[in-house]
């Protein structure tokens, strides 16, 4: 929730630029990896500067994904079949 809170207020501190539902993908994707590139820089080092680096980054990730949401509009149903994950366990699995 606190993360949630983080994201939120990023994006206030930047209503004064246009909304990103105008940026292209690959702006977008490009930012994405600037901030990328920010986290990798401070990751080791337990500096605080990396919380806001990840805020920034998840904030640049939901614009992307919120994006192509609205151009391709896949149903609920598509979305999350999508997001099951590939490496769940079957329980079969050996607990050695």
Do not use: C
Not at 3 to 24: P, V
Not at 26 to 39: A, D, F, W
Not at 50 to 60: S, T
Not at 72 to 82: F, K, T, Y
């Amino acid at each position: 929730m606190q993360f949630a809170q983080l994201m939120e207020l990023r994006l206030r501190e930047n209503d004064w630029k246009s909304h990103w539902s105008t940026a292209s993908m690959g702006y977008l994707t490009r930012k994405l990896s600037e901030k990328h590139s920010n986290v990798l820089t401070v990751a080791d080092s337990y500096d605080l500067r990396l919380v806001r680096y990840a805020v920034d980054l998840a904030n640049m990730a939901m614009m992307i994904s919120d994006n192509w949401l609205v151009k391709n509009q896949p149903s609920m149903e598509m979305l999350a079949e999508s997001l099951k994950s590939k490496d769940k366990p079957s329980g079969k699995e050996s607990s050695r």
